[in-house]
């Protein structure tokens, strides 16, 4: 019997799964209008997730393979917190632009990570794949452990970038044109 709870979870699922699978991809593949990998990478590089492109894939596929398997409802404890912990550190990103996305800030990331991560908590409702699996790959076990490790690893690629920016030689100053000119002259 479908509940009101298990049709909302559902809802739920689909939506915040079904917007991670298309940013993810904009990042992998450049659909939906996305920068694809090899830009996608080149950016993660210029602001200190290197390498790049390892750092795109791990991004990419937190966001489409969290989202779709959040929006199929199986392994949900696991995606909603590998959603999460992708989220932490896009929320770090816009964090200095204040809260809301209309100035670049966090409220997107951080309602795409919340939501996920209480989807991790609850679990997915009896219209998922989990469900009808028997709740094998979403035991409370998994759900302490996949949500347990969220934070420190979240905490780690920020560091880990900061660490990256603060090592990294300042950026020389751009030549003025007069000077490119007699150069070339």
């Excluded at 959040?70 to 204040?98: C, P, Q, R």
Aim: a positive charge; charged letters at 10%; hydrophobic letters at 50%.
């Amino acid at each position: 019997m479908t509940t009101p709870r298990d049709l909302g979870l559902l809802t739920l699922r689909f939506g915040i799964g079904g917007t991670l699978v298309a940013h993810g991809t904009q990042k992998l593949f450049g659909w939906f209008g996305g920068a694809g990998l090899d830009k996608t990478a080149a950016g993660f590089d210029r602001i200190g997730f290197r390498p790049g492109k390892v750092n795109a894939i791990a991004a990419g596929l937190g966001e489409a393979g969290g989202g779709a398997l959040l929006a199929a409802g199986v392994g949900t404890a696991g995606a909603g917190a590998a959603i999460a912990g992708t989220m932490i550190v896009a929320t770090s990103m816009h964090a200095a632009n204040g809260f809301f996305s209309s100035n670049g800030g966090f409220e997107f990331p951080a309602v795409l990570g919340a939501s996920a991560a209480a989807l991790a908590l609850t679990g997915p409702g009896a219209l998922s794949l989990d469900h009808a699996l028997g709740h094998r790959l979403n035991q409370p076990w998994m759900r302490a452990l996949a949500l347990a490790a969220v934070v420190p690893a979240a905490a780690a690629v920020i560091t880990r970038r900061r660490r990256n920016l603060a090592s990294a030689p300042p950026e020389a100053p751009p030549v003025p044109a007069s000077a490119e000119a007699d150069a070339s002259g």
